[in-house]
Protein backbone atom coordinates (compact mmCIF):
# COMPACT_ATOMS: atom_id res chain seq x y z
CA UNK A 1 0.00 0.00 0.00
CA UNK A 2 1.51 3.65 -1.31
CA UNK A 3 0.79 6.52 1.04
CA UNK A 4 -0.65 8.63 -1.55
CA UNK A 5 -3.17 5.31 -2.15
CA UNK A 6 -4.39 5.07 1.11
CA UNK A 7 -4.38 9.20 0.93
CA UNK A 8 -6.79 9.23 -1.45
CA UNK A 9 -8.62 6.06 -1.14
CA UNK A 10 -9.57 7.11 2.48
CA UNK A 11 -11.80 10.09 1.65
CA UNK A 12 -13.32 7.93 -1.23
CA UNK A 13 -14.04 4.85 1.04
CA UNK A 14 -15.04 7.57 3.79
CA UNK A 15 -17.14 9.01 1.03
CA UNK A 16 -18.47 5.41 -0.84
CA UNK A 17 -19.66 5.16 3.70
CA UNK A 18 -20.92 8.14 3.83
CA UNK A 19 -23.34 7.72 0.62
CA UNK A 20 -24.62 4.42 1.40
CA UNK A 21 -25.32 5.56 5.23
CA UNK A 22 -27.42 8.43 3.79
CA UNK A 23 -28.70 5.96 0.94
CA UNK A 24 -29.63 3.70 3.50
CA UNK A 25 -31.17 7.06 5.66
CA UNK A 26 -33.23 7.97 2.67
CA UNK A 27 -34.49 4.27 1.81
CA UNK A 28 -35.50 4.19 5.39
CA UNK A 29 -37.10 7.70 5.19
CA UNK A 30 -38.47 6.73 2.16
CA UNK A 31 -40.17 3.36 3.23
CA UNK A 32 -41.41 5.22 6.30
CA UNK A 33 -42.96 8.23 4.35
CA UNK A 34 -44.75 5.11 2.15
CA UNK A 35 -46.15 3.72 5.37
CA UNK A 36 -47.33 6.98 6.71
CA UNK A 37 -48.71 7.73 3.30
CA UNK A 38 -50.31 4.49 3.16
CA UNK A 39 -51.85 4.75 6.61
CA UNK A 40 -52.38 7.87 5.53
CA UNK A 41 -54.16 6.65 2.38
CA UNK A 42 -56.39 4.04 4.35
CA UNK A 43 -57.55 6.62 6.91
CA UNK A 44 -58.80 8.94 3.61
CA UNK A 45 -60.12 5.58 2.14
CA UNK A 46 -62.17 5.26 5.32
CA UNK A 47 -63.12 8.44 5.64
CA UNK A 48 -64.57 8.57 2.55
CA UNK A 49 -66.09 5.37 3.26
CA UNK A 50 -67.87 6.32 6.18
CA UNK A 51 -67.92 9.96 5.82
CA UNK A 52 -69.05 11.73 8.99
CA UNK A 53 -72.98 12.42 9.06
CA UNK A 54 -73.63 16.15 8.88
CA UNK A 55 -75.06 17.51 12.19
CA UNK A 56 -79.03 17.08 12.17
CA UNK A 57 -81.59 19.21 13.63
CA UNK A 58 -82.87 17.81 16.13
CA UNK A 59 -85.68 15.65 16.01
CA UNK A 60 -89.38 17.01 17.60
CA UNK A 61 -90.09 14.65 20.36
CA UNK A 62 -93.51 12.85 20.34
CA UNK A 63 -95.97 14.77 22.82
CA UNK A 64 -97.77 12.30 24.92
CA UNK A 65 -100.57 13.71 27.82
CA UNK A 66 -98.42 14.00 30.93
CA UNK A 67 -100.06 11.77 33.27
CA UNK A 68 -98.92 11.65 37.33
CA UNK A 69 -97.60 8.14 38.15
CA UNK A 70 -99.98 6.19 39.75
CA UNK A 71 -103.28 8.38 38.99
CA UNK A 72 -106.48 7.40 36.90
CA UNK A 73 -107.38 8.70 33.65
CA UNK A 74 -110.28 11.53 33.88
CA UNK A 75 -113.92 10.30 33.70
CA UNK A 76 -116.69 12.28 34.21
CA UNK A 77 -118.36 12.08 37.33
CA UNK A 78 -121.95 10.05 36.34
CA UNK A 79 -124.66 12.71 36.87
CA UNK A 80 -127.23 12.17 39.58
CA UNK A 81 -130.09 9.37 38.49
CA UNK A 82 -133.10 11.53 37.51
CA UNK A 83 -136.45 9.79 39.21
CA UNK A 84 -139.54 11.09 38.86
CA UNK A 85 -142.11 11.41 42.24
CA UNK A 86 -146.03 10.80 41.29
CA UNK A 87 -148.15 11.63 44.32
CA UNK A 88 -151.61 10.33 43.81
CA UNK A 89 -153.88 12.68 46.16
CA UNK A 90 -155.99 11.14 48.77
CA UNK A 91 -157.18 7.81 48.92
CA UNK A 92 -158.42 4.94 51.96
CA UNK A 93 -160.46 7.49 53.93
CA UNK A 94 -160.18 10.65 52.12
CA UNK A 95 -161.95 10.34 49.04
CA UNK A 96 -160.87 14.14 48.27
CA UNK A 97 -164.11 15.62 45.31
CA UNK A 98 -166.45 13.63 44.36
CA UNK A 99 -167.88 14.30 40.66
CA UNK A 100 -170.97 14.03 38.85
CA UNK A 101 -170.01 11.04 37.09
CA UNK A 102 -170.07 9.30 40.37
CA UNK A 103 -166.40 9.08 40.26
CA UNK A 104 -164.04 9.73 43.88
CA UNK A 105 -161.07 12.19 43.48
CA UNK A 106 -159.30 9.59 44.93
CA UNK A 107 -159.61 6.65 41.99
CA UNK A 108 -159.07 9.55 39.27
CA UNK A 109 -155.79 10.19 40.83
CA UNK A 110 -154.59 6.69 41.25
CA UNK A 111 -155.50 6.41 37.82
CA UNK A 112 -153.74 9.27 36.34
CA UNK A 113 -150.77 8.27 38.41
CA UNK A 114 -150.49 4.42 36.70
CA UNK A 115 -151.45 6.42 33.48
CA UNK A 116 -147.96 8.23 33.93
CA UNK A 117 -146.02 5.83 35.54
CA UNK A 118 -145.97 3.75 32.39
CA UNK A 119 -145.69 6.44 30.02
CA UNK A 120 -142.68 7.84 31.94
CA UNK A 121 -141.01 3.78 32.00
CA UNK A 122 -141.52 3.74 28.81
CA UNK A 123 -139.01 6.69 28.26
CA UNK A 124 -137.06 5.02 30.59
CA UNK A 125 -137.27 7.36 32.92
CA UNK A 126 -137.41 5.58 36.77
CA UNK A 127 -140.29 6.52 38.42
CA UNK A 128 -141.22 6.39 42.24
CA UNK A 129 -145.26 6.71 43.21
CA UNK A 130 -146.62 7.13 46.76
CA UNK A 131 -149.23 4.72 46.52
CA UNK A 132 -149.85 1.92 44.21
CA UNK A 133 -153.77 0.73 45.52
CA UNK A 134 -156.66 2.92 47.77
CA UNK A 135 -154.96 3.42 50.92
CA UNK A 136 -154.17 6.58 53.30
CA UNK A 137 -151.50 7.87 53.43
CA UNK A 138 -150.57 11.24 55.88
CA UNK A 139 -149.13 14.53 53.96
CA UNK A 140 -146.07 13.81 56.12
CA UNK A 141 -145.78 10.66 55.02
CA UNK A 142 -145.82 11.57 51.67
CA UNK A 143 -143.57 14.16 51.87
CA UNK A 144 -140.60 11.51 53.16
CA UNK A 145 -141.48 9.00 50.38
CA UNK A 146 -140.30 11.78 47.91
CA UNK A 147 -137.78 13.32 49.91
CA UNK A 148 -136.47 9.47 50.43
CA UNK A 149 -135.73 9.15 46.62
CA UNK A 150 -133.85 12.28 45.79
CA UNK A 151 -136.41 12.75 42.94
CA UNK A 152 -135.64 15.41 40.30
CA UNK A 153 -139.51 16.21 40.11
CA UNK A 154 -142.40 15.86 42.12
CA UNK A 155 -145.71 15.81 40.93
CA UNK A 156 -148.61 15.63 43.32
CA UNK A 157 -151.69 14.41 41.40
CA UNK A 158 -155.17 16.05 42.21
CA UNK A 159 -158.48 16.35 39.91
CA UNK A 160 -161.45 18.43 40.51
CA UNK A 161 -165.03 19.49 39.08
CA UNK A 162 -164.38 22.88 38.65
CA UNK A 163 -162.45 25.11 36.25
CA UNK A 164 -160.66 24.41 32.94
CA UNK A 165 -158.06 22.10 31.60
CA UNK A 166 -154.89 22.01 33.96
CA UNK A 167 -153.80 23.72 37.14
CA UNK A 168 -150.12 24.19 38.24
CA UNK A 169 -149.69 24.91 41.92
CA UNK A 170 -146.61 25.50 43.37
CA UNK A 171 -145.20 26.49 47.15
CA UNK A 172 -145.84 30.40 47.89
CA UNK A 173 -143.12 29.48 50.21
CA UNK A 174 -140.48 31.97 49.62
CA UNK A 175 -136.95 30.70 48.27
CA UNK A 176 -134.62 29.80 51.34
CA UNK A 177 -131.45 32.03 51.67
CA UNK A 178 -129.87 28.87 53.73
CA UNK A 179 -130.65 25.74 52.13
CA UNK A 180 -128.94 24.00 54.65
CA UNK A 181 -130.96 24.90 57.42
CA UNK A 182 -134.46 24.39 56.17
CA UNK A 183 -137.08 23.40 58.96
CA UNK A 184 -139.31 20.47 57.95
CA UNK A 185 -142.41 22.42 57.42
CA UNK A 186 -140.97 24.63 54.69
CA UNK A 187 -137.68 22.63 53.40
CA UNK A 188 -139.65 23.03 50.13
CA UNK A 189 -137.83 27.28 50.02
CA UNK A 190 -134.90 25.55 49.41
CA UNK A 191 -136.32 24.34 45.74
CA UNK A 192 -138.94 26.93 44.93
CA UNK A 193 -137.28 28.23 42.34
CA UNK A 194 -136.51 25.04 40.37
CA UNK A 195 -140.79 23.90 41.36
CA UNK A 196 -141.31 27.70 39.57
CA UNK A 197 -139.27 26.08 36.51
CA UNK A 198 -140.58 23.42 36.26
CA UNK A 199 -144.10 24.29 36.34
CA UNK A 200 -142.62 26.43 33.57
CA UNK A 201 -141.50 24.06 31.41
CA UNK A 202 -144.96 21.95 32.43
CA UNK A 203 -147.18 24.98 31.31
CA UNK A 204 -145.09 24.87 28.14
CA UNK A 205 -146.08 21.82 26.95
CA UNK A 206 -149.54 21.50 27.96
CA UNK A 207 -150.24 25.03 26.53
CA UNK A 208 -148.34 23.87 23.14
CA UNK A 209 -150.62 20.95 23.10
CA UNK A 210 -153.63 23.35 23.44
CA UNK A 211 -155.04 22.48 27.03
CA UNK A 212 -155.90 25.42 29.19
CA UNK A 213 -153.67 25.71 31.94
CA UNK A 214 -153.84 28.31 34.73
CA UNK A 215 -150.81 28.84 37.50
CA UNK A 216 -151.05 29.39 40.68
CA UNK A 217 -148.82 29.51 44.30
CA UNK A 218 -150.39 28.04 47.04
CA UNK A 219 -150.29 26.25 50.26
CA UNK A 220 -150.51 22.69 50.05
CA UNK A 221 -149.94 20.26 53.02
CA UNK A 222 -147.10 17.85 52.25
CA UNK A 223 -145.55 19.59 49.14
CA UNK A 224 -144.17 22.10 51.36
CA UNK A 225 -141.85 19.78 53.03
CA UNK A 226 -140.58 18.16 50.28
CA UNK A 227 -137.32 18.91 48.83
CA UNK A 228 -137.45 17.81 45.27
CA UNK A 229 -138.57 20.42 42.51
CA UNK A 230 -142.64 19.80 43.39
CA UNK A 231 -145.66 20.80 41.36
CA UNK A 232 -149.39 19.83 42.45
CA UNK A 233 -151.53 18.72 39.08
CA UNK A 234 -154.94 19.15 39.27
CA UNK A 235 -156.56 17.76 36.28
CA UNK A 236 -160.20 19.83 35.66
CA UNK A 237 -162.54 19.22 33.25
CA UNK A 238 -161.97 19.94 29.28
CA UNK A 239 -163.66 22.71 28.03
CA UNK A 240 -164.38 24.76 24.22
CA UNK A 241 -164.44 28.60 24.35
CA UNK A 242 -168.44 28.60 25.63
CA UNK A 243 -167.72 26.50 28.54
CA UNK A 244 -168.98 23.52 27.77
CA UNK A 245 -167.75 20.45 29.11
CA UNK A 246 -165.77 18.66 26.59
CA UNK A 247 -163.71 15.90 28.60
CA UNK A 248 -164.40 15.03 32.37
CA UNK A 249 -161.11 14.01 34.93
CA UNK A 250 -162.54 10.07 34.62
CA UNK A 251 -162.28 10.18 31.12
CA UNK A 252 -158.76 7.69 29.90
CA UNK A 253 -158.88 9.44 26.46
CA UNK A 254 -158.69 12.76 28.40
CA UNK A 255 -156.19 12.00 31.04
CA UNK A 256 -154.57 9.74 28.46
CA UNK A 257 -153.71 12.72 26.66
CA UNK A 258 -152.68 14.84 29.15
CA UNK A 259 -150.50 12.06 30.59
CA UNK A 260 -148.33 12.18 27.20
CA UNK A 261 -147.87 15.97 27.19
CA UNK A 262 -146.49 15.79 31.10
CA UNK A 263 -144.10 12.78 29.64
CA UNK A 264 -142.90 14.69 26.91
CA UNK A 265 -142.49 18.01 29.14
CA UNK A 266 -140.45 15.59 31.63
CA UNK A 267 -138.35 14.28 29.10
CA UNK A 268 -137.51 17.90 28.57
CA UNK A 269 -137.17 18.81 31.87
CA UNK A 270 -134.61 15.95 32.49
CA UNK A 271 -132.49 17.07 29.44
CA UNK A 272 -132.09 20.41 30.73
CA UNK A 273 -131.45 18.91 34.58
CA UNK A 274 -128.49 16.81 32.55
CA UNK A 275 -127.64 20.06 30.75
CA UNK A 276 -127.71 22.16 34.19
CA UNK A 277 -125.49 19.25 35.96
CA UNK A 278 -123.12 19.27 33.17
CA UNK A 279 -122.40 22.96 33.72
CA UNK A 280 -121.82 22.48 37.20
CA UNK A 281 -119.26 20.10 36.73
CA UNK A 282 -117.17 21.89 34.10
CA UNK A 283 -117.37 25.08 36.41
CA UNK A 284 -115.51 22.89 39.43
CA UNK A 285 -119.63 23.39 41.42
CA UNK A 286 -120.99 20.68 43.30
ZN1 LIG B 1 -157.54 17.00 45.72
Given at each position: ??????????????K???????????L????????L?A?L??????????P?????PP??????P??????????A???????????????????????S?????????L?F??????LL??R??????????DKSL??????????R????A???L?????????H????S?????N??F??????Q????E?????????N?????AG?????????????????C?AVA??????R???H????????A????????????????W???Q?R?D?????????
Amino acid sequence: MTPSDSFDAWPNKRKEFLRRRVLSRVLTLGCASVRLLAVLGCVSALQAQNPVPAPQPPRPIASAPVQAPGSAPNQAPNPPRFVVVLDAAHGGDDSGGRFSTGDSEKAVTLAFSVRLRSLLAARGIPVVTTREEDKSLAPADRAQLANRASAQACLILHAAETGSGVHLFTSSLAPATNAHFAAWKTAQSAAVERSLALAGELNSALTHAGVNVTLSRTTLPGIDSMTCPAVAIELAPERDASHTILAEPASADYQARIAQTLATALLEWKTDQNRTDQGRTEAGQP
